[in-house]
């Protein structure tokens, strides 16, 4: 085994999803821009995060409406959240040229991204300036997922979407899958990974 490197601190917590986040100002003029550092934050209200730098286009709708709507992404949607990424909405229409679908919120005035298979709509409860990024607390007030990807029992199946994530600068589609939530401890399970052998 080889030993290790160090480098200095810095974010280095990857894989993380890069979302599409929606977002619009109080006359409902609407931008998408890309995030790729928001996560889950608590279950019991469902909160999440999202940190954006306050120079960046959507801040101010953010402020301005304390509302946004998560879009998850995918394989097919790898293309338009880099764009939304590195274009900025004061100088092109990312929904138009992205031929991005819009579809109203119930809860929120931002728009919610008709292609990407879960839509999360948030209502900030606390903003936290940070240092480089503000982080936007939110609470989750409505979900809606795409119906394609539900069986006939009702269940939901995410991975069919080949969600994507964004890591060191990369975009990978998820990969297959290796076991579910504790299977560790399962008396038997057929997942491909097996427990590390004991050390002698």
Not at 99 to 127: R, W
Not at 170 to 177: C, F, H, N, T, V
Request: aromatic share 8%.
């Amino acid at each position: 085994m080889k030993g290790k490197t160090q480098f200095k601190p810095g974010n280095m917590l990857y894989p993380l999803p890069a979302v599409l986040v929606s977002v619009a100002d109080s006359q409902g003029k609407s931008n998408l821009l890309t995030v790729a550092w928001t996560g889950t934050v608590c279950s019991d209200p469902p909160m999440v995060s999202i940190s954006v730098r306050p120079e960046r286009y959507s801040y101010h709708m953010i402020e301005e409406t304390g509302e946004f709507v998560i879009n998850l992404t995918t394989q097919n949607l790898a293309y338009a959240t880099d764009y939304c990424g590195v274009k900025s909405g004061k100088d092109v229409d990312k929904w138009k040229e992205m031929k991005l679908t819009k579809i109203a919120g119930e809860k929120v005035k931002a728009p919610m991204v008709g292609e990407s298979p879960v839509n999360l709509e948030c209502k900030v409860t606390k903003k936290l300036a940070l240092g480089s990024h503000h982080m936007f607390l939110a609470q989750v007030v409505a979900v809606h997922v795409d119906e394609k990807y539900m069986d006939e029992k009702g269940r939901f199946h995410l991975n069919d979407a080949k969600p994507l994530v964004y890591s060191h600068g990369r975009y990978l589609s998820i990969g297959k899958e290796i076991g579910s939530f504790g299977y560790s401890v399962k008396r038997s399970h057929k997942a491909p990974y097996k427990k590390p052998p004991k050390k002698t």
